[in-house]
């Protein structure tokens, strides 16, 4: 019998298992059994830690040690100096980036200070594989507590006044949802679980997929209990393999312990789940166009109502929550309306999972209260910018949403301020620009990618959204005019107002965040022709001044296309017409002689 | 394993619970005891594993939550094997020339009684972690 005294907890998220996670796992026990020691200790896939900046991350239990970037090779030691010898490893330990200091333990690591896991709660600590370790976690107890002590009333109350919101983007109150469905009358209704995940940026419903599938299903189940549901559906993209796989373990699983099935728990309800997978079209996270993908037709919105709670997939009443919306109400069946409601801010309650990308030291996945400041998450779990540049600003919401500047890193983020802002929470990317990234352009890739993604379907959105890329794209090239700006604005307005689904409604919010906030940088590309950020390439080119130049050739020998000639000792020169603008040189020259105009 | 009942879910729970006991430990050290073992090549040269081992065994017999981690060398090579008690909110103690007798008097006396025991070696050092 196995009496294990140290656990080793190896992240299994699809970033860290893409730098060798798996190779680490098997490592590990190789090396253990070696040591003969195998009963001892125990090696544990799990699912995501958050910090995924530093992946593969790996967790000695139970002195908590962090190892961040570990290698297959650095498997020998990890066993040979901290597992027999008790010595954390130094060299694999996270290094505080504003001290050098390194940090052994979570509990002191910045990134994890400022976290409270709800929705994570299970992801990085438990094997999202084995149904067990989820039972210890008191799983599929709240499952068990509403089929045993409540009513469908009375359990859809304790969600409705815990105040928790749709964490799919929306914010529409989950409880009041859950009534309405609850209210139709039917022979059939179905719960669905809306995983077609698809902002750029955002893989927080990946994560708990992947991590704690069983959650998920507890709370479909649940769900299904309040409203009159004896049928789930979790529609998935199908660029999603690993969380589909360990969905489709915890479903087996969840069947052969009767947690799923006919006459769960002996309290004569009935509740199964099915999968279902999406092509991987942004549109298809909008409930309707979801719904219709999965009765097989074109996923294609429409118009609402009748909303789906009324007639929804089949014509059926149907409730569609978001993953991590649904991750959030076992937890809150358990630990009651009152726990729940007493974090957060007023209008939003409880946590947001945030997916923080982009300039910012720590990239990964994040779980904060609602009403957290963005300087807090930027600077304080983030590590700040990278590379000590300045801060220009915050892509929330996805293409749906805006960008955030300076002046609001210190408003609370919750659904109502982010909205104020001029953007939206959305599912939950965060995407930290800086100095060097140009506005109008960041405008232009989302709406690049709402073009790829609009279904076509509605005039406003398919054609409008052209029109406004093409604005755009003048813009970057230097040919826009000031009557541009302010066709653009019209036509955001336009679209706003007459698209068909939530999609075309907020394609436009990349371009008015940023008009609004970042005015001057679209009236320099149009008056100046100059792009500030230095982005925009047909719009400068490099020079060298001829005095600072030292002929040192170093330019020269770097630049991918020849462009740039001289004699040793003697300035060089950059032929415009060859100059592919990349910026190399620029970077290389060590005399500062290199200059964009 | 069918689960037929809230009752059959609790005690599963109940069996399956020590799998992940070490880790929720970890989670929350600080609140409960916390037993450092010297393992470097002198502690386990006089018999630093079996006294881990016997601590283990004796906590669990107890029934006292106990968090036993190895650590490298204290620097109290001539009192091998030595220990380092951390109760809750107090200063950590080490304790030299741990037997297991020594083990099981450091465990009922100063663990659950909190009275001193011969054996204390005084401490030398402080831990820097941030």
Request: net charge neutral; glycine share 10%.
């Amino acid at each position: 019998m196995a009496d294990y005294k140290m656990h080793i907890l190896v992240c299994g998220g699809t970033g860290c298992r893409a730098s060798q996670a798996e190779q680490i796992v098997d490592d590990l026990k190789t090396e253990l059994k070696n040591n003969n020691l195998q009963n001892e200790v125990k090696v544990v896939t799990t699912g995501c830690f958050g910090f995924c900046e530093k992946g593969p991350v790996i967790k000695v239990v139970p002195d908590n040690t962090f190892y961040t970037q570990v290698t297959p090779v650095d498997v020998k030691d990890i066993v040979n100096e901290h597992i027999i010898k008790g010595r954390p490893l130094k060299r694999l330990l996270y290094v505080n980036p504003k001290n050098d200091y390194k940090v052994t333990s979570t509990a002191n690591i910045d990134f994890y200070k400022k976290q409270v896991r709800i929705a994570l709660r299970n992801c990085g600590f438990i094997n999202p594989e084995n149904i067990e370790e989820f039972i210890a976690r008191d799983g599929y107890a709240s499952l068990g507590k509403v089929l045993s002590e409540m009513t469908p009333e009375q359990a859809i109350k304790i969600i409705k006044d815990s105040g928790l919101r749709g964490r799919g983007g929306g914010g529409f109150p989950t409880g009041l949802k859950w009534e309405i469905t609850s209210k139709s009358v039917s022979d059939q209704k179905y719960v669905v679980c809306n995983a077609d995940e698809g902002d750029p940026g955002a893989f927080m419903d990946r994560s708990i997929l992947e991590g704690d599938p069983h959650s998920v299903i507890e709370a479909m189940a649940i769900c299904g209990y309040c409203i009159g549901a004896d049928k789930g559906l979790v529609y998935i993209r199908a660029e999603y393999p690993l969380a589909i796989k360990r969905l489709r373990v915890a479903i087996d699983q969840a069947r052969e312990y009767g947690l799923l099935g006919n006459d769960i728990l002996s309290s004569g309800f009935n509740f199964d789940l099915e999968l279902r997978y999406g092509a991987g079209a942004f549109v298809c996270g909008e409930e309707t166009a979801l719904i219709h993908s999965m009765e097989g037709l074109r996923g294609e919105p429409t118009f609402k109502p009748p909303f789906p709670s009324v007639s929804g997939y089949l014509g059926k009443p149907t409730n569609v929550n978001n993953v991590e919306t649904f991750a959030n109400v076992p937890v809150i069946i358990s630990k009651g309306a009152e726990w729940f409601s007493s974090i957060g801010s007023e209008k939003s309650k409880g946590t947001k999972v945030f997916a923080l990308a982009g300039k910012v030291n720590n990239v990964g996945l994040i779980e904060v209260p609602m009403g957290t400041t963005l300087r807090e998450v930027i600077y304080d779990i983030g590590g700040g910018i990278r590379n000590g540049k300045k801060f220009k600003a915050v892509q929330t919401g996805g293409p749906s949403g805006g960008c955030l500047t300076v002046k609001h890193l210190d408003t609370p983020i919750d659904y109502d301020n982010l909205i104020a802002a001029g953007s939206m929470m959305g599912s939950g990317g965060m995407i930290v620009l800086d100095e060097d990234d140009c506005m109008v352009s960041i405008a232009r890739f989302y709406l690049e990618f709402t073009l790829d993604e609009s279904c076509g379907k509605c005039t406003p959105c398919r054609i409008g959204n052209k029109r406004l890329h093409e604005i755009l794209t003048r813009i970057t090239e230097g040919n826009g005019t000031m009557v541009d700006l302010e066709r653009l604005r019209m036509l955001s307005n336009t679209i706003k107002d007459t698209a068909l689904c939530g999609l075309g409604q907020t394609s436009p919010n990349p371009v008015l965040s940023t008009l609004d906030n970042f005015y001057d940088e679209y009236v320099a590309h149009v008056k100046d022709h100059k792009c500030p950020a230095g982005q925009c390439k047909s719009m400068m080119s490099y020079l060298i001044d001829a005095e600072s130049c030292t002929g040192c050739t170093l330019c020269s020998r770097n630049c991918p296309v020849g462009a740039i000639s001289g004699e040793k000792k003697m300035p060089h020169y950059i032929n415009q017409s060859i100059c592919i603008k990349c910026g190399i040189c620029h970077e290389k020259c060590k005399f500062k002689a290199i200059s964009i105009i | 394993m069918k689960i037929k009942s809230l009752a059959d879910l609790r005690s599963i729970k109940a069996e399956v619970q020590g799998k992940i006991k070490l880790r929720e430990q970890g989670e929350n050290a600080e609140n409960i005891v916390q037993i450092k073992v010297a393992m470097a090549t002198c502690g386990i040269a006089a018999g630093a594993k079996g006294v881990m081992n016997f601590i283990l065994e004796e906590a669990d017999f107890k029934g006292i939550d106990v968090v036993v981690t190895q650590t490298g060398c204290m620097g109290y090579c001539y009192a091998e094997p030595t220990i380092e008690v951390i109760l809750p909110q107090k200063d950590p103690v080490v304790f030299g020339f741990v037997t297991k007798e020594k083990a099981r008097e450091i465990i009922n006396e100063y663990i659950i009684k909190g009275e001193m025991v011969d054996g204390m070696i005084p401490v030398s050092y402080k831990t820097v972690d941030e």
